[in-house]
């Protein structure tokens, strides 16, 4: 079973910023793609970020384009969602997943993730 704990949520203005992590494994960080994903009050849950598991490529979906980047630690076992030009529509719970995709130079939000975080709350208002 693998482990995925995120981290780094919170209460922030409209236009302000925050960075979510995601702790995993070595063998997870080399092995899975890993997906950020967020559920917001009444909604389904809507795929945010990805990336492979070489950390070579990303995607994002058009709502978070330009203001989100998605990245992995250079060192630690981590993959860090940076949140930029916050927005009370961003206002969600937010899960990493990983997904055994079997190209490491790809990911992609459409799939089947498998293992889950427990989530971080990021709430945005004023």
């Known amino acids: 079973q693998l482990q995925l704990v995120e981290s780094g949520g919170g209460l922030v203005q409209p236009g302000g910023s925050l960075r979510l992590s995601c702790a995993v494994s070595?063998?997870?960080?080399?092995?899975?793609?890993i997906g950020w994903f967020r559920q917001a009050p009444g909604k389904e849950r809507e795929a945010v970020s990805c990336?492979?598991?070489?950390?070579?490529?990303?995607n994002y979906a058009d709502s978070v384009k330009g203001r989100f980047t998605v990245a992995r630690g250079a060192a630690e076992n981590m993959v860090y969602l940076q949140m930029d030009s916050l927005k009370p529509e961003d206002t969600a719970v937010y899960y990493c997943?990983?997904?055994?995709?079997?190209?490491?130079?790809?990911?992609?939000?459409?799939?089947?993730?498998?293992?889950w975080g427990q989530g971080t709350q990021v709430t945005v208002s004023s």
């Open positions: 070595r063998f997870t960080l080399d092995h899975y793609a």
């Open positions: 990336i492979s598991s070489s950390g070579g490529s990303t």
């Open positions: 997943a990983a997904d055994p995709y079997p190209v490491r130079t790809m990911c992609d939000l459409g799939r089947e993730y498998i293992y």
